[in-house]
């Protein structure tokens, strides 16, 4: 036989061998399911009654290697590929939304369902959350979008679920059941990256350029779309997968934010929640949810600082979340906080005396506007910001206003409203009141041949007002002005009674009561040669 001929015949062996290994290769890594053959089962019937193409039947006669396809023993286990059985279309239930949600173009209200092929989108500040019928949960975040790639079962393998899901752009979170037998599936597909999930919880955010994933708990497969090489997310671990990169390796996620010392209970429309800061963290994170199970979220928040404000909830209990973000913009473990808002009927707006103002000794005036759904007011006025020293409290004025007599001092007052039928709102905020003494008497005047000097107490900054008449009600007056020194030089005046007032003006523009008037007398002047005339007489 001839060298060359048998070299061939080798090289064909070769390729032939190769060619059945590959084959069965792949038959061994095919994914099937196993079915109990039941009384009357023939091979063509399973096909017309389980495979999407019937006429495939003799792939499985080979598969199984049955002899006869009319006659199977009863109780036998039969496998069938996966790739062969019928399609079983199933629906998510929409279980939450808020802010507005859409299915192909269509808004969407809770316990509607939708199918595979279904478009969501989420607005800026909407919420949607989907339960598939294996009890897995899907909730977009807002500005998501995401079409339903699969959606379905198999035909004779009830257990089985497949599900995938392309996420265009936007965020989710994911709550995934464990996925009963081989062929169940649970996928995220991104731009930048496919996501294997066998039953975990954990959060994806995409664009068009990457991939942020962060594990909650569980473990996923995750790989860049185009490379082939798979990396394991565990939890407490996030990683970024780019375009046309492999996956990047796994970083631990930032610690849970403390939140021992952050409020429970919130009295203003806007929730301020101030964290303590997070090692690590560039940026913060906060959601707001009906439920402890966050599939009910209503509002969230994002900052660069550890102080969150989170607008637009009606009074109610809720749950808070709150994350850190690192520098890979990848989301750190969740810290929850049950939480109350109560901020209604809001406190009205102040009128009079404006906060840090300044009032007269005496009769002060407050006043404030009248809120909306009040029927009533709550007033406290003590003279501490604590509110322990209290002057005085009361807790039904009708009316917007209210006359009190104060002493000069420091003060500190607050309103509150409250419904008709009883229901109050939160006291708003200490406003300051300084109440000004009044203006001391001023001391009498000194005089010099042509002046009459008058100088008084003051502060630092003060300017001050001055009137001069020669009647006790001031009706005429003689000389008046302002001075930015607490001290007044006018020209004698001819002799006679007169009547001085002066009044403080503050640097910030208070101005003060005029103090009590003082009488003035200026004496007569007695020509000199008067002063001989007793001498002449005595002569």
């Not at 495979?51 to 109780?75: F, M, T």
């Not at 209503?298 to 102080?307: C, F, G, I, K, Y």
């Not at 008709?420 to 203006?439: E, I, K, Q």
Request: hydrophobic share 45%; with cysteine; charged share 25%.
């Amino acid at each position: 036989m001839p060298r060359n001929l048998t070299v061939g015949r080798l090289l064909a062996w070769a390729l032939v061998a190769c060619a059945l290994f590959v084959a069965s290769a792949g038959r061994a890594a095919e994914e099937t399911v196993n079915y109990v053959v039941q009384p009357g089962d023939t091979l063509i019937g399973l096909g017309e009654t389980l495979l999407e193409d019937p006429d495939r039947w003799p792939v499985l006669q080979r598969l199984n290697a049955v002899a006869d396809p009319y006659r199977i023993p009863i109780g036998r286990q039969l496998r069938i590929p996966v790739r062969l059985l019928r399609k079983v279309p199933r629906e998510a239930r929409v279980v939450h939304v808020s802010g507005g949600a859409s299915a192909d173009g269509q808004p969407l209200r809770a316990d509607q369902t939708v199918s595979e092929g279904a478009r969501l989108l989420t607005p800026a500040n909407g919420f949607m959350t989907l339960e598939l019928p294996d009890g897995s949960r899907l909730t977009l975040q807002p500005q998501t979008d995401v079409r339903i790639d699969a959606l379905h079962g198999l035909k004779g393998a009830d257990d089985i679920q497949r599900a995938t899901f392309e996420v265009q752009q936007g965020r989710i979170e994911t709550d995934v059941e464990p996925q009963a037998g081989p062929a169940a599936r649970y996928r995220i597909h991104t731009p930048t990256a496919i996501i294997g999930v066998r039953g975990t919880s954990f959060r994806v955010a995409a664009d068009s350029a990457e991939t942020r994933t962060e594990m909650r708990q569980g473990t996923v497969g995750v790989s860049g779309a185009g490379v082939r090489r798979e990396v394991a997310l565990r939890e407490g671990f996030g990683l970024v997968a780019r375009a046309d990169q492999p996956a990047s390796a796994p970083v631990p996620l930032l610690a849970a934010p403390d939140l021992s010392a952050v409020a429970t209970l919130y009295e203003r429309p806007v929730m301020r929640v101030q964290l303590a800061p997070v090692a690590g963290a560039i940026g913060y994170r906060g959601q707001v949810a009906r439920d402890a199970g966050f599939t009910q979220i209503v509002a969230e928040s994002r900052a660069t600082v550890p102080d969150l404000k989170i607008a637009g909830l009606a009074d109610g209990d809720y749950f808070l979340r709150v994350r850190g973000v690192d520098s890979h913009g990848l989301e750190g473990r969740d810290a929850d906080l049950a939480v109350r808002l109560k901020a209604r009927p809001e406190p009205p707006f102040i009128n009079a005396p404006r906060p840090d103002g300044k009032a007269k000794a005496g009769t002060v005036e407050f006043a404030w506007a009248q809120a909306e759904g009040a029927a009533s007011y709550r007033f406290a006025l003590a003279r501490d910001a604590a509110f322990a020293d209290l002057v005085t409290h009361q807790d039904a004025l009708a009316a917007n206003r209210l006359d009190l007599p104060l002493e000069a001092g420091e003060y500190h007052w607050r309103l509150a409203s409250t419904r008709a039928d009883g229901d109050r709102g939160p006291w708003g905020d200490a406003v300051r009141l300084t109440v000004r003494p009044p203006m001391a008497a001023v001391p009498p005047p000194t005089f010099d041949e042509n002046h009459m000097l008058i100088a008084w107490g003051g502060e630092p900054g003060q300017r001050f007002d001055y009137q001069l008449a020669d009647d006790d009600r001031f009706t005429r007056m003689v000389a008046e002005g302002s001075v930015t020194e607490p001290e007044l030089v006018l020209p004698k005046p001819r002799a006679g009674a007169y009547y001085l007032r002066v009044r403080a003006i503050d640097p910030d523009g208070f101005v003060g009561s005029y103090s009590a008037p003082q009488r003035i007398v200026v004496p007569a002047e007695f020509p000199g040669w008067m002063l001989l005339a007793p001498l002449l007489i005595l002569l």
